[in-house]
Nanobody, 124 residues
Framework: QVQLVESGGGLVQAGGSLRLSCAASGRTFSSYAMGWFRQAPGKEREFVAAIRWSGGSMTYADSVKGRFTISRDNAKNTVYLQMNSLKPEDTAVYYC?????????????????WGQGTQVTVSS
């Protein structure tokens, strides 16, 4: 069982930056791949970024490549999403998910555990 708690969301102007954190409970955090997804009003949840359990491989959605960076600190049971050059279209609720034993999937169904989400709002 893994419990996830996101934090770091907020209101920022276009071009600004935010750093999201996802703190995980449980002693087996390092065995999970972690992903960030987002859901805008009226839209389906979509993949943003993922990182494998070792942290050695990251995957990004084309829409955030070059602007967002995913990282993890297994000693702190935390995964991060550094978001730079934010755009109004990045506005959404951001969720982190945990994928047991995975490499960091883009598929929502591959993630067994989810946090409650944190709101990111980018003003133009």
């Amino acid at each position: 069982q893994v419990q996830l708690v996101e934090s770091g969301g907020g209101l920022v102007q276009a071009g600004g930056s935010l750093r999201l954190s996802c703190a995980a409970s449980g002693r087996t955090f390092s065995s999970y791949a972690m992903g960030w997804f987002r859901q805008a009003p009226g839209k389906e949840r979509e993949f943003v970024a993922a990182i494998r359990w070792s942290g050695g491989s990251m995957t990004y959605a084309d829409s955030v490549k070059g602007r967002f960076t995913i990282s993890r600190d297994n000693a702190k049971n935390t995964v991060y999403l550094q978001m730079n050059s934010l755009k109004p279209e990045d506005t959404a609720v951001y969720y982190c998910g945990a994928q047991r034993g995975g490499l960091g999937s883009k598929r929502i169904d591959d993630y067994a555990y989810w946090g409650q989400g944190t709101q990111v709002t980018v003003s133009s």
